[in-house]
């Protein structure tokens, strides 16, 4: 094993660029595709097959296809249409195209939106009837009761759940490597083994990068989970 090679600074650069560029992607496709999902899963819900259907179907393909395929798909083919490259120089939002980062995160935030979408519908068919019969004998609307008491309880029953979607999507970001000209984990330790030839030292430095991150943010979901699912865990004794 020759880590001193991973120790020099121009590798410790490389691999602090991927992890920093994972991390951004991360964040950004989270938020991303956080905000996309709240309204999907509303409409999810919806009993009007007009309204549900479109997202069942977008949700459905977003889940039955692997990401690498999805960031394939937009890269080298959405950004790539004459259409869109006759336009990325000058007009909004087509110049977002030109950006490898842009695609990249359009690809996972959709793909995370998807299974977010699910992940909260889920949660808010299994709100208590107690939890909404009590918010109609207060003279509660439907999309009031949605709004202050069903959105609320699923946001915090699927946070178990959600934890498992980000620490997916972190490791997904593996998959940012196929997009030319961005950077990640994996794309700094594919770029020291051509480099040097050493693939266990490289790919293990990033599997480290990558357990220690996970480790993280695991100890932030249970910070989380102890402050807005307390109510749920067993009393003391």
Not at 50 to 77: D, E, H, K, N
Not at 130 to 140: K, L, N, R, S
Not at 179 to 203: C, H, K, M, N, Q
Request: with cysteine; proline share 5%.
């Amino acid at each position: 094993m020759e880590f001193d090679v991973i120790f020099r600074p121009e590798n410790l650069q490389l691999f602090w660029e991927g992890t920093v560029n994972a991390l951004v992607l991360l964040v950004s496709s989270l938020i991303v595709g956080g905000l996309l999902s709240l309204p999907l899963a509303i409409a999810r819900v919806s009993a009007n097959r007009w309204i549900g259907g479109p997202v069942w179907l977008f949700t459905y393909v977003l889940r039955g296809t692997p990401l690498l395929i999805q960031v394939y798909l937009i890269y080298f083919g959405l950004a790539q249409m004459d259409f869109i490259q006759d336009r990325w120089d000058d007009q909004w939002p087509w110049t977002w195209f030109k950006e490898p980062f842009f695609c990249a995160m359009l690809a996972f935030a959709l793909n995370t939106c998807a299974y977010t979408v699910e992940l909260l519908a889920g949660a808010i068919r299994d709100t208590g009837h107690g939890e909404v019969e009590a918010a109609q004998a207060m003279g509660m609307s439907r999309w009031t009761t949605m709004r202050r008491i069903m959105l609320p309880s699923a946001l915090r029953r699927s946070l178990p759940g959600y934890s498992n979607e980000v620490i997916m999507m972190l490791h997904s970001t593996s998959l940012a490597s196929a997009v030319p000209a961005l950077l990640d984990i994996t794309g700094a330790a594919r770029s020291i083994y051509s480099d040097f030839y050493l693939p266990f030292e490289a790919f293990i430095t990033a599997g480290v990068i990558y357990a220690t991150l996970t480790l993280a943010l695991v100890g932030l979901f249970k910070l989380a989970e102890r402050r807005w699912l307390a109510h749920l865990a067993p009393r003391k004794a």
